[in-house]
């Protein structure tokens, strides 16, 4: 057993009550190796943003979990080093059952997603209490879903969206004592968020996605006032790097993301947490591609894979000044 505090990590309860006061979200940015790591804790850093390093169960596969829990405890250390102790968690996204909820919890994660969305009603509260009541024994805070999102990002697929419904949140909250809750307004998973039949085109051709339900968040909001709301899927699919791709043999057709302003008005609101990958993972790809079609003699792999760190770092930063709205609340 590591306990998430002997590694200087925090969990995500004043994190939460500090963004819904000041009207802001806490970046949720997946990593899964070390260039993505460096980038995240350069950039929140920089702009003085407090971080929650998330990892699927993918990326606890694909990287080992005791290399991760380390790279964790280095992201702490590196911050430092760096200048300036941001606030940093460590969470599992997107969990798919108990044992792997405790596992994480054993091995030093400061916060865990239990994912029940896929279940009946009864069976999402029963898994997630059973989270809940083991990860508060160690201080750990819990993420619970009511809802679906449609789209395929890592080890989650699902072909559509359910909404959450407001009426059930505060029964669910109430029989699970989860600390946040994710919910689906219409943000979905990976590159491809919607279906080009789903969006309008603007005058530059460019999809325009349907917009995110604020008629539900806020119903959510009066039936839970002051409440941790999570968005996941909220990725914007920057269209500048999509033409880098393509322009340099990628194939990223018809991909469309949450426009950006949606998103900051997400985040003004009880939405203290919003999911990023696949914008980090567009940005890395645009730059490797790029070093590859104009150094096709590089073999180094510092030599494409440090760009990509750096574009990431600049894309989170943006992030963090822009949408989030959380620099500078470290």
Same mark, same amino acid.
């Given at each position: 057993?590591?306990?998430?505090?002997?590694?200087?990590?925090?969990?995500?309860?004043?994190?939460?009550?500090?963004?819904?006061?000041?009207?802001?979200?806490?970046?949720?940015?997946?990593?899964?190796?070390?260039?993505?790591? &460096?980038?995240?804790? &350069?950039?929140?850093?920089?702009?003085?943003?407090?971080?929650?390093? %998330?990892?699927?169960?993918?990326?606890?596969?694909?990287?080992? %979990?005791?290399?991760?829990?380390?790279?964790? %405890?280095?992201?702490?250390?590196?911050?430092?080093? /760096?200048?300036?102790?941001?606030?940093?968690?460590?969470?599992?996204?997107?969990?798919?059952?108990?044992?792997?909820?405790?596992?994480?919890?054993?091995?030093?994660?400061?916060?865990?997603?239990?994912?029940?969305?896929?279940?009946?009603?009864?069976?999402?509260?029963?898994?997630?209490?059973?989270?809940?009541?083991?990860?508060?024994?160690?201080?750990?805070?819990?993420?619970?879903?009511?809802?679906?999102?449609?789209?395929?990002?890592?080890?989650?697929?699902?072909?559509?969206?359910?909404?959450?419904?407001?009426?059930?949140?505060?029964?669910?909250?109430?029989?699970?004592?989860?600390?946040?809750?994710?919910?689906?307004?219409?943000?979905?998973?990976?590159?491809?968020?919607?279906?080009?039949? &789903?969006?309008?085109?603007?005058?530059?051709?460019? /999809?325009?996605?349907?917009?995110?339900?604020?008629?539900?968040?806020?119903?959510?909001?009066? %039936?839970?006032?002051?409440?941790?709301?999570?968005?996941?899927?909220?990725?914007?699919?920057?269209?500048?790097?999509?033409?880098?791709?393509?322009?340099?043999?990628?194939?990223?057709?018809?991909?469309?993301?949450?426009?950006?302003? &949606? /998103?900051?008005?997400?985040?003004?609101?009880?939405?203290?947490?919003?999911?990023?990958?696949?914008?980090?993972?567009?940005?890395?790809?645009?730059?490797?591609?790029?070093?590859?079609?104009?150094?096709?003699?590089?073999?180094?792999?510092?030599?494409?894979?440090?760009?990509?760190?750096?574009?990431?770092?600049?894309?989170?930063?943006?992030?963090?000044?822009?949408?989030?709205?959380?620099?500078?609340?470290?």
């Amino acid at each position: 057993m590591v306990s998430y505090k002997e590694l200087g990590l925090v969990n995500t309860k004043d994190m939460f009550a500090k963004a819904i006061k000041g009207g802001y979200a806490i970046p949720a940015y997946n990593f899964n190796n070390m260039e993505q790591m &460096q980038a995240i804790i &350069q950039a929140c850093v920089e702009t003085k943003s407090p971080v929650i390093l %998330q990892v699927s169960a993918g990326a606890r596969k694909y990287a080992n %979990q005791t290399l991760l829990r380390y790279m964790a %405890q280095g992201a702490v250390e590196y911050a430092k080093e /760096l200048g300036y102790n941001i606030p940093i968690a460590l969470h599992l996204d997107h969990g798919a059952d108990f044992e792997i909820c405790k596992a994480c919890v054993d091995s030093g994660f400061s916060s865990v997603m239990i994912d029940g969305s896929h279940h009946p009603y009864e069976k999402n509260v029963e898994e997630t209490k059973k989270v809940v009541d083991y990860a508060h024994k160690y201080d750990v805070t819990v993420e619970g879903e009511l809802g679906v999102l449609a789209g395929i990002e890592d080890d989650v697929v699902a072909e559509h969206s359910t909404y959450t419904q407001p009426e059930e949140v505060v029964d669910f909250v109430s029989k699970t004592g989860v600390d946040s809750l994710a919910i689906s307004i219409g943000t979905s998973h990976g590159a491809n968020k919607f279906k080009p039949e &789903q969006c309008t085109r603007n005058a530059q051709g460019i /999809l325009i996605p349907p917009p995110l339900r604020f008629d539900i968040l806020e119903e959510i909001e009066k %039936q839970l006032p002051g409440f941790p709301i999570v968005l996941h899927g909220s990725s914007s699919v920057p269209q500048d790097l999509v033409a880098v791709i393509n322009a340099n043999g990628g194939k990223m057709k018809d991909s469309v993301g949450i426009p950006e302003e &949606q /998103l900051r008005k997400a985040a003004k609101s009880a939405v203290c947490k919003i999911n990023i990958d696949s914008d980090g993972r567009i940005a890395m790809t645009a730059a490797v591609r790029k070093v590859f079609v104009e150094s096709p003699s590089e073999f180094d792999p510092r030599k494409y894979l440090g760009p990509a760190r750096d574009s990431l770092m600049e894309l989170y930063k943006a992030k963090n000044i822009n949408v989030l709205g959380s620099a500078n609340q470290a």
